[in-house]
């Protein structure tokens, strides 16, 4: 079957199996930001924005995606344009291996665009899918503290 | 889901309800879709869709609030009406279980269509009253908890209709878990209402036994009409290990469930009564 999916604002066609999840049409289609591990919904790895909302590509149906947006952490920004997000988890050492990281500023992402000035709690919450066998959460906890101190300043301005 | 040869998308509820009853059991309706990737059910071989059915709504009526049977859990969490009800309890749970990245996915109908025993949300719909609207054709309600005992297959359901009745009654939920993220290894969910002195009704549900939800009205008469004392709460305490029915597995045996039983009415009573135990 051939779905349209919008993936980071570019309108693309993509002919798929009537089971095959996100991820694996994503990476297939050189999205390879976007890292898979457990394909159980348990790792946050692969997260996605879909429409603005974070889901697991790995357990999300890539036909029940059709007609909708999807942005990937390449889409949130590059190395050539760095988001304020990524650049405050390499500023706070909240990135060693990197493999959490794509799902991770994904999720972060999502939290700041509906609350901009969010409590330790609230980033631990809109995280809690977000495993990081490096860092112990701490810094990446911080790193989003500090990009939403940023954006707020950067808001008033 | 074995090999999926074709991903219906239903444009209405009777669209839905003929392709499936046509299909048969190789059919299956998708909520959020996660446990049928997850689970992959080697006899299904068609998916549909009900994501252009108009079910992702919430209502609140003079009746109560209805729920759509695709609405996510974080909706459901965020919705003004839902945290208003009996305490909030339903509202703030939506909104911690599972992961921040399943929440947006996971539908109210998906988690009633698979109701896994340490499942969080069925046995606290039961406990808050729910009915189900169920479509098969034509439109009927029936209360969660019989239907949850007495499935059909290929029926949709249409939503969950939480009753106005209940609205101001104290709705808990405690899911005792080895880790934050873990699944239960018992679960209590209670809805109680009171005057301030005398209880005047009472739904305790345990879940995750091992087995299934279920509703205990014996032990919640025990409750009922009966004042908001400890000696009420410590008599149902030493009388629910007993009733509830618990069993061993994996995760615990049938002794430690009976304990969890007996702290998860303490518990309660500490909410009810605000005096710690
Ligand atoms: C990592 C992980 C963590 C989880 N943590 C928790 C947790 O903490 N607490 C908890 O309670 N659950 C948890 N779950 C389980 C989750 O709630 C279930 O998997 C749930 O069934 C997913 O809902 P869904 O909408 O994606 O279901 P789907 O996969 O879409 O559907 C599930 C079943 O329901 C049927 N169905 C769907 N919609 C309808 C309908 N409208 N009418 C009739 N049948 C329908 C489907 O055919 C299927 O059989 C977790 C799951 C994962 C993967
Ligand atoms: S790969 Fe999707 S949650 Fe782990
Ligand atoms: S930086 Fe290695 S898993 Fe997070």
């Given at each position: 079957m051939t779905i349209s999916i919008a993936v980071n604002t570019v309108e693309r066609s993509f002919d798929v199996q009537?089971?095959?999840v996100l991820l694996d049409v994503l990476r297939r289609e050189g999205?390879?930001?976007v890292k898979g591990s457990?394909?159980?919904?348990?790792?946050?790895?692969?997260t996605v924005l879909l429409d603005g909302r974070p889901v697991a590509s790995c357990l999300?149906?890539?036909?029940?995606?059709?007609?909708h947006a999807v942005t990937t952490v390449r889409g949130i920004g590059d190395q050539a344009h760095p988001h304020v997000l990524q650049e405050a988890f390499v500023k706070n050492g909240a990135?060693?291996?990197?493999?959490c990281a794509p799902g991770a500023i994904t999720s972060a992402k999502a939290l700041l665009d509906e609350n901009p000035d969010p409590t330790e709690e609230e980033i631990r919450l809109a995280m809690d899918s977000n495993y990081c066998r490096?860092?112990?959460?701490e810094q990446q906890v911080e790193a989003v503290l500090d990009a939403a101190a940023q954006l707020r300043k950067e808001h008033k301005k | 889901m074995g090999r999926i040869t074709e991903y219906y998308h239903a444009t209405s509820l009777e669209d839905a309800f003929a392709k499936a009853k046509q299909l048969g059991p190789v059919a299956a309706y998708v909520g959020g879709g996660v446990e049928l990737v997850l689970r992959r059910?080697?006899?299904?071989t068609v998916l549909i869709d009900l994501?252009?059915?108009?079910?992702?709504y919430i209502t609140a009526a003079r009746e109560g609030i209805e729920i759509g049977s695709q609405t996510t859990l974080t909706t459901i969490s965020r919705s003004a009406d839902i945290r208003q009800y009996a305490g909030g309890s339903l509202s703030w749970w939506a909104g911690h279980i599972a992961h921040n990245n399943l929440r947006d996915m996971i539908t109210v109908g998906g988690v009633i269509g698979r109701?896994?025993?340490?499942?969080?949300?069925v046995p606290h719909l039961v406990a808050l009253g729910a009915q189900v609207r169920l479509f098969d054709g034509a439109e009927r309600i029936t209360p969660l908890a019989g239907y949850i005992e007495a499935k059909q297959p290929g029926?949709?359901?249409k939503g969950v209709l939480l009753p106005a009745?209940?609205?101001g009654s104290n709705g808990f939920l405690w899911r005792f878990t080895r880790t934050l993220q873990d699944i239960s290894t018992l679960h209590f969910s209670a809805l109680v209402s009171s005057d301030g002195k005398l209880m005047t009704a009472a739904n305790l549900v345990f879940a995750g036994r091992p087995g299934h939800t279920a509703l205990y009205p014996g032990l919640s008469e025990e409750l009922?009409?009966?004042?908001?004392?400890h000696e009420t709460f410590a008599r149902v305490a030493e009388m629910a290990p007993d009733l509830v029915e618990v069993g061993t597995d994996l995760r615990a045996t049938g002794e430690f469930r009976r304990e969890l039983v007996r702290a998860a009415i303490v518990n309660l009573e500490e909410h009810m009564t605000g005096v710690a135990q």
């Open positions: 009537p089971d095959e999205y390879l930001e457990c394909h159980a919904g348990d790792c946050g790895a692969c999300t149906l890539v036909a029940k995606v059709d007609g990135t060693q291996c990197g493999y490096c860092t112990g959460y | 059910n080697p006899e299904i994501s252009r059915c108009g079910l992702d109701n896994q025993p340490w499942n969080d949300v029926i949709i359901i009745g209940n609205a009922v009409g009966k004042s908001l004392s």
